[in-house]
């Protein structure tokens, strides 16, 4: 099923992220976990993929397995910007022929070398250039790209990043989802600019439950993301307990999806980072609320 179908309905879509192993030894633990965040029976499941495409196999092997043995809609990610065309289009044909209808299209992060090179030669310089790609390879698929409500790193400015934005919608892309974000008015304020510049396709918003104090570190190093004082009081009382920090952590991502939602925001997209536990608790913290318009 393609996902336009689910994010333009007028209801809560819940889904979760897994990211694949790098190695065949912890591909079957990974895969266990995954198995059981699909027998919450999600709207729909990621799988991340590594950039240059070192894990390229196990994103393939993974969403063809959740999709033949669950049913389940699933979201293939896809990089460019360290790969050949040559390897790109042969990834694109792998996911056509294994019957994978949804491609996050994205260009993946540059190494502190890329950032400082010349780009002229290179088959893939932005995402842009992927949607391109999966366009004219002839395939009918459904096309997600990556937004970023506290502006992308590269971007000085969010107008300039809201402009580039719109250039990968206009090139096919058929919905967004968000980086994380811990304050939902940054969301709101970004959906009221970029439908301002024109973006009229569904957006998913990205939440990261964050259930323990080494997470936050990460998630602020990857995506630059604001902590509002009420999540850094949190992390503060709590982070130092294992336990209190997990339920703490999932309660304010539960209480952000809540308000989202209230807020005609239908479609949330959690990174549950592998963890079935955080997926479970979540859908049983919204089971009340999930079906309801
Ligand atoms: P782009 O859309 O190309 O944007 C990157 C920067 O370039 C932005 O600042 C943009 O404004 C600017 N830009 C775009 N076009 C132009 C242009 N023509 N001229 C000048 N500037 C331009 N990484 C992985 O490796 N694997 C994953 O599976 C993965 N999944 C992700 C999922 C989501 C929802 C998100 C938000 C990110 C994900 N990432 C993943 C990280 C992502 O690869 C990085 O954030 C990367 O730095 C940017 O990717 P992009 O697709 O947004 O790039």
């Not at 990211?19 to 995954?34: I, N, Q, R």
């Not at 950032?115 to 997600?144: H, P, Q």
Request: hydrophobic residues 40%.
């Amino acid at each position: 099923m393609k996902l336009t179908e689910i994010l333009e309905r007028d209801e809560l879509s819940l889904s979760y992220e897994v990211f694949p192993p790098k190695t065949d030894t912890a591909f079957e633990s990974v895969k266990g976990a995954a198995e059981e965040i699909a027998g919450l029976a999600p709207s729909f499941i990621s799988v991340t993929y590594g950039a240059g495409g070192g894990t390229s196999k196990y994103t393939l092997d993974m969403a063809k397995g959740l999709k033949e043995s669950f049913g389940i809609p699933v979201l293939a990610h896809l990089t460019c910007v360290s790969s050949t065309r040559e390897t790109v289009k042969n990834m694109i044909d792998k996911l056509s022929c294994a019957g994978i209808e949804n491609i996050m299209a994205l260009r993946g992060d540059l190494t502190e070398e890329q950032k400082n090179s010349d780009r002229a030669d290179w088959d893939y310089a932005y995402a842009v250039d992927l949607v391109r790609e999966l366009k004219e390879s002839g395939a009918d698929f459904c096309i997600g790209g990556a937004c970023y409500p506290e502006v992308h790193p590269e971007s000085s400015t969010q107008k300039e990043d809201i402009k580039h934005l719109k250039e990968k919608v206009d090139a096919g892309c058929d919905f967004l989802t968000t980086q994380m974000f811990f304050d939902n008015n940054l969301l709101y304020n970004f959906m009221y600019k970029i439908r301002e510049a024109g973006i009229r396709v569904p957006v998913v918003a990205g939440i990261m439950p964050i259930t323990n104090a080494n997470q936050v570190k990460r998630a602020i190093e990857l995506s630059g993301s604001f902590m509002p004082q009420r999540f850094k009081s949190l992390v503060d009382k709590f982070g130092e307990y294992p336990d209190a920090m997990m339920q703490a952590g999932i309660a304010y991502a539960t209480d952000q999806i809540i308000d989202l939602y209230a807020n005609n925001i239908t479609n949330v997209h959690v990174y549950s980072m592998n963890k079935p536990e955080v997926a479970r608790q979540i859908h049983r913290n919204l089971s009340n609320i999930i079906g309801k318009k």
